[in-house]
Structure formats: C-alpha cells, structure tokens
C-alpha cells in the first residue's frame, strides 16, 4: 500500500514562509510527476505547481516568484517552499503523484494526500 503523507502546513502572517513536504510511503520504485493543488472555501482544486521526475516545472500564475516546488526522489518526497504568502494563498493543499510503481509491482495512478490547511491572516 502506498500513502501519501503531508506536513508543515499552519498559520502565519502574511509575508512570512512556509514549507510544505509529501512523503510517499511504501516500497517505492519511481514516482513521476508529483506536485501540490490546494482548494479554498467555496473553490474549485486548483493547481499550484509540479514538477516532473527530471525537475521540469511549472506554477500557477498566481504564486510564481514566490513559491518554489523540489524533490527528492532518494525519499519520495516532494517540497513547497512558500514565500511571501499572501491572504488569498489560504487553503487546503493537497500532495498529488501521478504515477507511482511499488516494489511489488503495483501501479498506483493520480493518488493524493489527505490535505493540510494554511492560513495566512493577520
């Protein structure tokens, strides 16, 4: 069985950081594209960045320049680094991973994370 396991998220003020993790859980033979959504009250899930298995990525608009997605494959995890948040950045954010192949041989496709709420207010 494979989890996707999320932390860091809480309150802070607007302008201060945040850094976001995802651990995959499991016996892990590759991952491929793994990234992070998040979903505001009353919204629709909205992507914020990913990146791909050779570090292609790419952002929403809206958190370019502050925001900064990595890896590391060596312990299936996947980072957010948020800078500069903003009020409007409050949400849940959710780990997502594309494709992941277990040791066993399994094939676990668009998995996700349970959430993990940031709140930015003063």
């Known amino acids: 069985q494979v989890q996707l396991v999320e932390s860091g998220g809480g309150l802070v003020q607007p302008g201060e950081s945040l850094r976001l993790a995802c651990a995959a859980s499991?016996?892990?033979?590759?991952?491929?594209?793994m990234g992070w959504y998040r979903q505001a009250p009353g919204k629709q899930r909205e992507l914020v960045a990913i990146?791909?298995?050779?570090?292609?990525?790419n952002y929403a608009d809206s958190v370019k320049g502050r925001f900064t997605i990595s890896r590391d494959n060596a312990k299936n995890t996947v980072y957010l680094q948020m800078n500069s948040l903003k009020p409007e950045d409050t949400a849940v954010y959710y780990c997502y991973a594309d494709s992941i192949v277990s040791a066993s041989g399994n094939y676990y496709q668009n998995s996700w994370g349970q959430g993990t709420q940031v709140t930015v207010s003063s």
């Open positions: 990146i791909t298995s050779s570090d292609i990525t």
């Open positions: 499991g016996r892990i033979i590759s991952i491929t594209a």
